[in-house]
């Protein structure tokens, strides 16, 4: 259906938003109450800069991706690439953080 295309990628773009400031605050928090970060590049970049900076820096990029990618929404891969990232970022990042911050799951 090519006239909702726009909104899906829209609301594709805004999810994945969302995310990213999701995994910021719980990344932050949880990083702050001593559980661990899984993504061995953060930590490095964390432990170069701190966690305050590495943070911003990490969801710098991320975001300009994303941006560049909702500039791109006429290519017939956006969708399909905004999808996979929020399913990612859903898997990896929400459901974790959200056990670990919620649970004390480790």
Do not use: C, I
């Amino acid at each position: 259906m090519p006239h909702r295309r726009p909104e899906v990628v829209r609301q594709l773009f805004l999810a994945n938003l969302g995310l990213q400031a999701f995994d910021a605050v719980a990344t932050y928090h949880g990083v702050r109450l001593g559980f661990g970060e899984a993504n061995p590049l953060l930590r490095a970049v964390f432990e170069q800069v701190g966690l305050l900076w590495g943070l911003l820096s990490a969801k710098a990029v991320a975001g300009g991706l994303l941006l560049l990618l909702y500039r791109l929404r006429a290519h017939r891969a956006v969708v399909p690439a905004l999808a996979f990232l929020a399913a990612a970022y859903f898997l990896l990042s929400f459901v974790p953080w959200t056990a670990r911050l919620t649970l004390g799951v480790p």
